[in-house]
């Protein structure tokens, strides 16, 4: 699986959240917009409403007025009685005059309230550049992505050499260096032969010798109990049993190193391998 490098991933994620962030920014000014639209709406009808009462009550008032005036003249041959009527009419006139300052104070704060709506309110035409600001930025982001991914595969593919190379092609190259003792070469091709599991005892065996030649004995103890442990049958495995004791006595293991120059002695009696391991039972 290709992996993209870390500052690559975080620009991603980034890039992503930020989508995420704009859409969801997008929903909240639609939502906002759509609610604004309601609210001015509803208060124009109010206003609408309100207008028509005060109109109404304006021209009663002033009909009151009127009539209060003709009375006034003739006031001086009205009854008692006439002067009760006079008197409620003057009262009814002042109730209207309080009531229409009163709708004209309700007018002047849904004026207020309308303006305030208005200087938050997003229109149209913005609401589709917010829109069309986003859908840029989506497609920017997925050009982006596209050229991260090409470059991320350019890069992986140019990070094996042996992409294009079959594993008999690769087993040979990879022996031809050990012949010539170019181990920082042979190593890393007979790993990738354990990774394709192309002859992987004989692998693990041959990354062994090369450690051991290096006098990396540890190193080469776990490779040949990795290569024995795959396939005990091989021809090299004199050798490898050889090379094993003699690797464990070099790091202070003289009991197994012991022992398995014994094996080799017993296990392979008449191979060159077996004289070696003779000796160092003889001179320990």
């Given at each position: 699986?290709?992996?993209?490098?870390?500052?690559?991933?975080?620009?991603?994620?980034?890039?992503?959240?930020?989508?995420?962030?704009?859409?969801?920014?997008?929903?909240?000014?639609?939502?906002?917009?759509?609610?604004?639209?309601r609210?001015?709406?509803?208060?124009?009808?109010r206003?609408?409403?309100?207008?028509?009462?005060?109109?109404?009550?304006?021209?009663?008032?002033?009909?009151?007025?009127?009539?209060l005036?003709?009375?006034?003249?003739?006031?001086?041959?009205?009854?008692?009685?006439?002067?009760?009527?006079?008197?409620?009419?003057?009262?009814?006139v002042?109730?209207?005059?309080?009531?229409?300052?009163?709708l004209?104070?309700?007018?002047?704060?849904?004026?207020?309230?309308?303006?305030?709506?208005?200087?938050?309110?997003?229109?149209?035409?913005?609401?589709?550049?917010?829109?069309?600001?986003?859908?840029?930025?989506?497609?920017l982001?997925?050009?982006?992505?596209k050229?991260?991914?090409?470059?991320?595969?350019?890069?992986?593919?140019?990070?094996?050499?042996?992409?294009?190379?079959?594993?008999r092609?690769?087993?040979?190259?990879?022996?031809?260096?050990?012949?010539?003792?170019?181990?920082?070469?042979?190593?890393?091709?007979?790993?990738?032969?354990?990774?394709?599991?192309?002859?992987?005892?004989?692998?693990?065996?041959?990354?062994?010798e090369?450690?051991?030649?290096?006098?990396?004995?540890?190193?080469?103890?776990?490779?040949?109990?990795?290569?024995?442990?795959?396939?005990?049958?091989?021809?090299?495995?004199?050798t490898?049993?050889?090379?094993?004791?003699?690797?464990?006595?070099?790091?202070?293991?003289?009991?197994?190193?012991?022992?398995?120059?014994?094996?080799?002695?017993?296990?392979?009696?008449?191979?060159?391998?077996?004289?070696?391991?003779?000796?160092?039972?003889?001179?320990?």
């Amino acid at each position: 699986m290709l992996c993209l490098p870390k500052v690559r991933r975080q620009i991603l994620r980034l890039k992503s959240k930020a989508i995420v962030m704009s859409g969801e920014i997008l929903n909240s000014v639609k939502q906002q917009s759509d609610s604004q639209s309601r609210q001015i709406e509803s208060l124009r009808s109010r206003i609408d409403g309100l207008q028509t009462i005060l109109e109404g009550l304006t021209e009663k008032s002033q009909n009151n007025k009127i009539e209060l005036s003709k009375m006034l003249s003739a006031q001086e041959t009205l009854q008692m009685s006439e002067q009760e009527r006079l008197k409620l009419m003057e009262e009814s006139v002042r109730a209207n005059e309080q009531n229409i300052l009163k709708l004209k104070t309700l007018m002047d704060e849904l004026s207020v309230m309308i303006d305030t709506l208005n200087s938050n309110y997003v229109t149209k035409d913005d609401y589709n550049r917010l829109v069309n600001d986003v859908n840029d930025f989506k497609v920017l982001v997925g050009k982006e992505l596209k050229n991260i991914g090409r470059k991320a595969t350019s890069t992986a593919g140019s990070s094996d050499p042996y992409a294009n190379m079959n594993s008999r092609t690769l087993a040979k190259l990879a022996f031809e260096n050990y012949n010539k003792l170019y181990f920082s070469k042979a190593i890393p091709q007979y790993e990738e032969l354990i990774r394709r599991k192309h002859k992987p005892a004989y692998a693990h065996y041959m990354i062994g010798e090369m450690w051991h030649y290096r006098k990396k004995y540890d190193k080469a103890i776990s490779y040949y109990k990795a290569s024995a442990a795959l396939y005990d049958k091989a021809s090299y495995m004199p050798t490898l049993l050889l090379h094993t004791a003699e690797s464990m006595e070099k790091t202070g293991d003289y009991e197994n190193a012991k022992a398995f120059y014994q094996a080799v002695v017993l296990k392979y009696p008449d191979s060159k391998e077996a004289k070696s391991a003779q000796q160092r039972l003889d001179n320990p």
